[in-house]
């Protein structure tokens, strides 16, 4: 079996073991491109993450809910773990973008907040996570010492939402330029709007294309 | 003030709606429950422990908005709080678990989840202080529904919703174990509260949605406990109401383990793509509460903007009775008041039997 037969042997072992949540079965074959000294960005690129879009479709078709994505999301960074440490970026186009990322202060829910941190991170974007519960200060600290293109917040409560304007508006008079996305259930594209976001995130699938025009829109300025 | 609104009583406008038969006007009301504590005057810390000022925070608020029932929802922490959760009572805001330091760390803190006597339970026990409270002040004329979260719910306060959701994929036993015996509370919970009189219980199963998990996941790990929580509630002569604002509700599945009188919902039905279609599909088979969304509308928009929002709904989901206007779920704790009037005002305005 040629060299590039058996790299696509094991991208398409990674994109089913997570596809299937089979994290045995992806750091098997994560750890096979390593050992056989196959290029892990690739491995990452091709196998994991093309995993996950389809893993974010049958989510979208409603084949498969949280929990399912959540094993999947286990299976992916059970390889991510793996091939991350060997990623080589010579020549390669840099990072998508450094995205400062949390849930409001007074808010604890965040399994959607970890479900678009790890798409953010499988789409090459490098992530800060502040956890839940965070303090507004706090976002304005982490964005100026990442310098991150974007802030992404979170929130499940109406009541922990308004903390979402005040939060913007701290971050913006700190530095203009940085980009914020909102999310969380209570969250919809006209409350965005009104409290001055620059963006908004119906799912964790659409959170990543959102970031990237952000990003986009911020290296033409 | 309240409105005076014709010959029927709250009570009997939302007895009618459950009998699928058509009162003076549409029954109506916002799920108003932390938002109550404004009127009084009491922070959120002491209305939500205190069921002295959440008595008389919900008798001033029903006074004030005119709600034809109400919803004695505190939070979703009450049972969690007991079974020993670490919980947190902001002082303006919703209570809810340490973040940080779950109850249920490891597998094996499974085993920590024990029977608890709901009666001697703190934040139980004033539940069922609250409910008597506001039935002998009120039931009469408007409808009290009491509030009950599910077992799964209940364990994910404790454990966190994520882990609680990769533990019913790979440890299930581990999950139904734990749920028969926050049940075997649950049960006993409900016995205290019916015996107040109250007229329905709410029953909150949250992850039986599109929104959480598949129906055939909640069907394995919380189905057959809703069934013996409405069947408990329906032995005690009393209305079950199924509480679920996940997107995608599956209406099919809580139909057939708890039979409710009255579904709550903030969304429509995974087997419903408009609300034409909702009312034709299961609007004579239960009751429909809802579903003018808390976020935007009435935490953002304008009175007018809402009154035109209920009166869309009440135009598809009327006519033949079998409706409450409602939000889709609470009323947002800091919301304006004005939003929870207006909808009042938009069930006279548009309300009116027979529907035009």
């Excluded at chain 1, 499940?156 to 980009?179: D, F, Q, R, S």
């Excluded at chain 2, 085993?111 to 006597?117: L, V």
């Excluded at chain 2, 779920?329 to 008041?337: A, I, T």
Aim: proline residues 4%; contains cysteine; hydrophobic residues 40%.
């Amino acid at each position: 079996m040629g060299s590039d037969e058996r790299f696509q042997e094991l991208l398409a072992e990674m994109k089913d073991g997570v596809i299937e949540y089979d994290e045995d079965r992806v750091k098997v074959a994560a750890q096979a491109v390593v050992d056989e000294g196959f290029d892990a960005y690739d491995g990452i690129m091709n196998g994991l993450a093309a995993g996950m879009e389809v893993v974010g479709e049958l989510f979208d078709s409603q084949e498969y809910f949280v929990p399912e994505v959540l094993m999947c999301a286990d299976a992916l960074y059970g390889g991510l773990d793996i091939l991350r440490p060997h990623v080589d970026m010579t020549g390669r186009e840099a990072v998508k973008g450094e995205v400062v990322i949390g849930v409001v202060e007074g808010d604890v829910h965040d399994i959607g907040k970890n479900l678009v941190k790890m798409m953010f991170e499988v789409a090459g974007f490098t992530v800060h996570d502040l956890g839940a519960d965070v303090p507004i200060d706090d976002f304005v600290e982490a964005q100026i010492s990442t310098n991150s293109d974007i802030v992404a917040l979170s929130a499940m409560m109406t009541t922990t939402m308004m903390g979402m304007k005040k939060a913007i508006v701290k971050l913006k008079e700190k530095n203009p330029n940085v980009m914020i996305m909102l999310g969380g259930a209570p969250v919809t594209g006209e409350i965005a709007d009104m409290f001055g976001a620059d963006g908004y995130s119906e799912n964790a699938s659409n959170a990543v294309s959102e970031a990237i025009k952000m990003v986009g829109a911020l290296r033409k300025m | 003030m309240a409105l005076k609104t014709g010959e029927m009583t709250g009570l009997e406008r939302v007895v009618s709606a459950l009998q699928h038969k058509e009162g003076d006007r549409v029954p109506a009301g916002p799920l108003v429950c932390g938002a109550a504590r404004r009127v009084l005057g009491v922070t959120y810390q002491d209305w939500a422990q205190d069921s002295d000022l959440a008595v008389e925070s919900m008798i001033q608020a029903q006074k004030l908005i005119g709600q034809d029932g109400v919803l004695l929802l505190v939070d979703l922490s009450v049972e969690g709080a007991d079974f020993g959760g670490p919980m947190v009572f902001p002082i303006e805001d919703t209570p809810h678990p340490v973040y940080k330091d779950n109850l249920i760390k490891t597998l094996e803190d499974y085993k920590k989840i024990e029977y608890i006597d709901p009666r001697k339970g703190k934040r139980m026990s004033h539940m069922v202080r609250y409910t008597d409270g506001v039935m002998k002040a009120m039931g009469n004329e408007t409808a009290v529904m009491t509030f009950v979260y599910g077992p799964l719910g209940i364990l994910s306060m404790l454990r966190g919703a994520e882990k609680l959701f990769l533990d019913c994929m790979k440890t299930p036993q581990i999950v139904q174990d734990a749920c028969e015996v926050i049940n075997s509370v649950l049960l006993d919970q409900i016995d205290a509260l019916c015996e107040t009189g109250v007229h329905a219980v709410v029953l909150d199963t949250l992850f039986a949605s599109g929104s959480i998990m598949s129906k055939a996941l909640w069907m394995k790990m919380e189905g057959p406990h809703a069934r013996k929580l409405a069947e408990r509630v329906h032995s005690h002569g009393r209305a079950v109401v199924v509480h679920n604002c996940g997107n995608n509700v599956y209406f099919d599945v809580q139909m057939e383990t708890m039979a409710p009188e009255a579904i709550s919902f903030a969304f429509l039905p995974d087997d419903c793509k408009t609300a034409e279609e909702l009312k034709e599909k299961w609007g004579d088979k239960t009751c429909l509460v809802g579903y003018v969304p808390p976020s935007p509308d009435m935490m953002l928009h304008t009175p007018e903007q809402i009154k035109e929002k209920c009166k869309e709904q009440i135009k598809v989901l009327a006519p033949g009775g079998g409706y409450i206007l409602s939000t889709g779920c609470e009323f947002p704790p800091n919301g304006s008041l004005l939003s929870a009037i207006a909808m009042m005002e938009a069930a006279e305005e548009y309300g009116r039997y027979p529907i035009e």
